[in-house]
């Protein structure tokens, strides 16, 4: 336990361990299975047709399984709140630390405020009169105050339910995880009862552009399974256990997406899917022959973007706290709640931002989904490298789970997951006709908030190095330049 942990606790002020296996993983799996799979599959079959959308996604999924690898082994050796913030400090400084730390927080505020947005365009497929009083247009889209409420009223009750407690939190993803999880059957079943396979032609569409596309979404989607490591210290497991939990949510994710792309393109012709705006939801109804079904997976995307966005809410506020506590950025994002132990300030802060997110306008869908994913990317590949830096100064620190073994097999797997999430990021940078085209404001929104996380790093005190006691002491240098 660092010397911060130990301060944090002596004054009463430590998280309650209150997760089991099954709150854990549905945490981290419910995390990743969020509003993408209903609004998004028709585009990911008309960009790279079925079996090609299926191979970007497998993928993309094995990109996160070699993350997932590198941090099963990490928040076993460093059971703390914070994740990311933990590895990078001991492995390259708090600089680093903050950078890696600020652009995952980043990264899951994005996902915070798309699932915002994401609840009135999902109630609108249920409530055709929702948008009334219209206030402004936005890149197209005219945006209703009615509809805008809808997500504004979700943000407060989901930041409401953060801050009465993570017991909480987690009963409410357990159960809309199950149902998501019920969902998914319904489509296989649907899928192999109703489908055709002619429909899922053409295969492959797009060439190599559409498959990158697709390929690029992908870290965004699948960002969630790193939500565990934020909690680590409210989960009452053994460390290797925890890390095994990471890895297995990524397999839950990558078949739940498999199956879904798969079985919506056995429901109609492809010319017809992209017609549609809720394919998902659509192509069960047409399997089944019933509007019925079509709602009860809308019902689904709306316990997929509670499930995440109740996670990253979680991973997002309980990062702020580490930042804050350890003097990185200010204090008061490092309050904790004095009756129920939660980091109330963060959790207010992010909350507002998704409460004014609805109010962009259905265009902010994809603004934010692409100003988060390079966000996220970029902490993978620090998290990556800051594994690679600790095999090699620290091969004697206690890791309960050591992946690979004694040998160079962790080694090897730390290189493949810094060379691919590299690789990953670069598909962002406009240099190659295969580049992800990202708008301008996503690119704005991605400037401006790393922008900040660069300010606060000239802020940090100096002459801290890295390793076992860097948390420590830079905890206790902010404790004493706020004496002074």
Request: aromatic residues 12%; contains cysteine; proline residues 4%.
């Amino acid at each position: 336990m660092t010397q911060q942990q130990s301060e944090i606790d002596d004054r009463g002020h430590g998280f309650v361990k209150a997760l089991g296996t099954f709150d854990a993983l549905f945490i981290g799996f419910g995390a990743m299975i969020g509003f993408g799979w209903v609004v998004l599959t028709g585009e990911w079959l008309s960009g790279a047709g079925t079996l090609g959308a299926i191979l970007a996604f497998a993928v993309g999924g094995i990109i996160m399984c070699f993350v997932g690898t590198v941090y099963s082994e990490m928040v076993a050796a460093m059971p703390h709140a914070g994740g990311e913030h933990n590895y990078l400090i001991r492995a390259m400084g708090p600089r680093v630390s903050l950078f890696g730390s600020w652009a995952i927080t980043g990264g899951y505020i994005s996902v915070v405020m798309f699932e915002a947005v994401a609840v009135p365009k999902t109630a609108v497929y249920l409530f055709p009169n929702l948008e009334q009083i219209k206030m402004w247009t936005i890149a197209g889209f005219d945006v209703y105050l009615t509809w805008a409420l809808v997500g504004t009223v979700t943000a407060i009750i989901i930041a409401w339910i953060n801050i009465r407690g993570v017991k909480l939190a987690s009963l409410v993803q357990t159960f809309v995880v199950s149902f998501l999880i019920i969902v998914a059957f319904l489509l296989l079943g649907g899928g192999l009862v109703g489908g055709e396979a002619a429909n899922a032609e053409p295969l492959f569409t797009g060439g190599g552009a559409g498959f990158i596309a697709v390929v690029a979404v992908v870290p965004f989607l699948f960002v969630g399974f790193d939500v565990i490591p934020q909690s680590a210290e409210e989960i009452k497991l053994p460390p290797a256990k925890i890390g095994k939990l990471v890895v297995t949510s990524v397999f839950m994710a990558i078949a739940f997406y498999i199956i879904i792309i798969w079985m919506t393109s056995l429901a109609m012709p492809a010319s017809e899917l992209a017609a549609r705006d809720l394919v998902t939801a659509d192509a069960l109804a047409t399997m089944f022959n019933s509007a019925f079904w079509g709602k009860l997976v809308i019902a689904g995307g709306l316990a997929g973007i509670i499930t995440s966005w109740n996670a990253f809410l979680m991973g997002s506020s309980r990062l702020m706290w580490a930042m804050a506590v350890a003097g990185m950025i200010p204090a008061w994002f490092g309050k904790l709640h004095p009756r129920y132990r939660t980091p109330v300030n963060s959790i207010i802060f992010i909350g507002v931002l998704s409460a004014l997110a609805p109010f962009l306008g259905s265009a902010a869908l994809g603004w934010i989904v692409d100003a988060g994913s390079p966000a996220i990317v970029i902490a993978y590949f620090l998290v990556s490298v800051g594994f690679l830096v600790l095999r090699k100064r620290e091969p004697a620190m206690d890791r309960p789970l050591r992946i690979g073994g004694r040998g160079n097999g962790g080694i090897v797997i730390g290189i493949v997951s810094a060379v691919l999430t590299l690789a990953l990021f670069v598909l962002y940078l406009p240099i190659t006709p295969w580049s992800a085209q990202l708008a301008w404001q996503s690119w704005a929104m991605f400037g401006l908030w790393l922008a900040v996380g660069v300010f606060f790093m000239f802020r940090l005190p100096t002459g801290i190095k890295a390793g076992p006691k860097a948390e420590g002491e830079l905890f206790a240098k902010v404790k004493s330049l706020r004496k002074k």
